[in-house]
């Protein structure tokens, strides 16, 4: 990094290979379609951050993890800490994708006894943590991260927040630890939408300017556009050339992405969806670009 | 009730350790090198401190393990989280603090990061009880209540030296969350190394009596021991049960002393409410049995600032406190 002005910092990545925009792109409207599934008809859930957030998860489990959806429990495998619990929908949309779990079962998320619980709990295949009690995440992907080194076995740990979530402090203790021990693999990604349960985050309680708080606390830290795939490939590019500090991808999103009716409706920490809309949501989807 | 004139005491700011008779035998950290010594043997063992590392015993680890040994600063919520990361990925953290602050700082982390999900997390807590001068907002009375209250915990109260250097060992075996109070700096050695032995979940029966039972944990099984010494001059035989583990808690034994007598007297270095004297009463409760019973603890209230003797005695945990309830009890069954 540049030493005299780390705020200046411009790693110059090659464009992602157009193709491989195109599968991922594919990808991520397939995790949109599961989304809205596994939402339709009930009214008033995480619809609107599981579609906002489905270009990050696709990136990662398609292009950037060391993953295999066979071997859920493989000692090398990077990690995915979900530490907001209520975006369960997205993780769940994106693991039955890679087969983790039967299509069939997408209906039952947030049903009692199912598993595809509203808040995913450790319980549950392919969820590393118990996430939803906000602030927990950061913590253990620490302590993930410091056994990855202990143990040799170099995996990554990649650490899913929500820009409300930076409220608690918590995350800033595991901050500061993390740049005390300079974790280099591990990538904190925050979703930024500007929206938590009482409101826009800029009510409620401002974070920004975020990207400074983050770079105070010794991170190496990047602001994009968290709904182009482009721009996710990029920053991962750029994170992965990064050495000795611990990093964090600030992606800005957009509530409901992919779907215009649920993009234009009235933001809320739930966006309520009308019975007879989520057929014509599910049209716009298989219309959208995106 | 406490005296001024006899108690000239003061807070000892440096004090590491409680004021010992001279007569007793002391170990040195039991913790600390009951630690090493189970990290010899077994590679998965790591240790963490939240800026007490002096203060808890483990700081020997540290130096005898460099790479295995995670300070995490004053940030009680990350020590646990950190923990629970590295026990997810195979380790087997020791996270020592204090009681007040794992408990009552970390209680959520310590509740969804480690117990929801069974992770293999031994959390050591200084400073139980009344063993610190330091007042409230460092006396660890209300930890065993929350401990016991979160599912799938293990929670244990060791007595002494001895106890502390065999439930080391044990709780690395055992898989799961352990919430261990320890003693620190030179603790006293009262249970003999040579006949003790320390079983996770069981009680031990260290005393036969007929005509009051008294149930105690942590280090008031010392004074359990003394004050069962003193009664006997008075022609009183006490049964003394200690009872290490309060959860899972040792349901059986506990029934069974409280039936040899019917008169009960249960001992902690904690709040009388949610701790032993609590779950004894639940355990009779609910056995259908009717006994005389009374609880010594720390009363509902905290505890300012004073010497440890001073305290002991005002809060009614000093050993003529435990022969005279014992004694008014026994008249109430007259």
């Keep these: 990094m540049n030493p005299t002005n780390p705020n200046k910092l411009e790693v110059k990545q090659n464009p992602p290979p157009p193709e491989l925009i195109h599968s991922l792109r594919l990808k991520a409207r397939q995790i949109r379609r599961n989304v809205l599934l596994m939402a339709k008809g009930k009214g008033e859930d995480y619809v609107g951050q599981g579609l906002g957030a489905a270009d990050i998860l696709t990136v990662l489990y398609f292009h950037e993890m060391r993953f295999d959806p066979h071997r859920l429990d493989w000692p090398d495998r990077d990690r995915f800490l979900l530490s907001t619990g209520h975006y369960s929908i997205v993780l769940f949309a994106t693991l039955t994708e890679l087969g983790v779990f039967p299509p069939e079962e997408l209906s039952s998320y947030g049903a009692d006894g199912s598993r595809f619980e509203m808040s995913a709990c450790e319980t549950t295949p392919g969820v590393e943590i118990t996430g939803g009690s906000l602030g927990h995440g950061l913590s253990q992907a620490v302590g993930m991260a410091l056994g990855s080194r202990l143990s040799g076995r170099k995996f990554r740990v990649f650490n899913f927040l929500s820009d409300g979530e930076l409220q608690e402090g918590a995350t800033w203790e595991a901050a500061m630890a993390a740049a005390h021990y300079k974790l280099d693999h591990l990538i904190a990604l925050v979703d930024i939408n500007n929206m938590q349960a009482d409101g826009k985050t800029s009510d409620v309680m401002t974070i920004e300017p975020v990207i400074d708080k983050w770079r105070a606390f010794g991170w190496h830290a990047q602001r994009i556009d968290g709904n182009s795939l482009e721009e996710l490939l990029i920053a991962f590019q750029t994170a992965r050339s990064i050495q000795n500090q611990p990093k964090v991808i600030l992606c800005y999103t957009l509530m409901g992405k992919g779907v215009p009716l649920i993009e234009q409706k009235p933001k809320a920490h739930f966006i309520r969806v009308e019975p007879h809309e989520w057929d014509f949501a599910l049209r716009q989807l298989e219309e959208s670009k995106v | ?334």
């Design chain 2, 1 to 334: 009730m406490s005296n001024p004139q006899t108690h000239r005491g003061f807070t000892a700011a440096m004090s590491v350790s409680e004021t010992v008779e001279e007569t007793l035998t002391t170990v040195e950290k039991p913790f600390g090198h009951a630690l090493i010594a189970v990290a010899r043997q077994n590679p998965n063992i790591v240790g963490l401190t939240a800026d007490l590392g002096k203060y808890t015993d483990i700081d020997i680890f540290g130096q005898e393990f460099p790479n295995r040994y995670f300070q995490m600063g004053m940030a009680e919520q990350n020590l646990i989280g950190v923990a629970a990361g590295l026990s997810r990925v195979g380790y087997i953290p020791f996270a020592t603090t204090y009681c007040v602050f794992a408990t009552r700082r970390a209680y959520d982390f310590i509740a969804v990061d480690i117990a929801l999900g069974r992770a293999n997390v031994k959390i050591i807590a200084g400073l139980p009880g009344l063993t610190t001068g330091y007042g409230a907002t460092h006396q660890g009375i209300d930890d065993l209540a929350l401990m016991r209250a979160i599912p799938n915990m293990v929670v244990i109260d060791p007595c002494d030296a001895t106890e502390i250097q065999q439930t080391v060992p044990a709780i690395a075996e055992y898989r799961g969350p352990v919430y261990l109070r320890i003693l620190r700096g030179q603790v006293k050695q009262v249970l003999d190394p040579k006949t003790y032995r320390f079983e996770l979940g069981k009680a031990k029966l260290l005393r036969q009596g007929r005509d009051l039972t008294l149930i105690s944990t942590g280090l008031m099984t010392q004074r359990a021991l003394q004050a069962a010494d003193m009664l006997k001059q008075d022609g009183i035989e006490a049964i003394v049960l200690h009872v290490p583990t309060l959860k899972p808690l040792d349901q059986d034994a506990i029934i069974q002393v409280a039936e040899a007598t019917r008169t009960v007297l249960t001992l902690e270095n904690h709040s009388v409410l949610g701790g032993l004297g609590s779950a004894v009463a639940d355990t009779l409760c609910m056995a259908g049995l009717s006994v005389t019973m009374a609880k010594i603890g720390i009363p509902d209230q905290f505890v300012e600032c004073g010497s440890i003797p001073y305290l002991t005695d005002k809060y009614g945990l000093s050993i003529r406190h435990i022969v005279q309830t014992a004694k008014e009890i026994l008249s109430w069954r007259k």
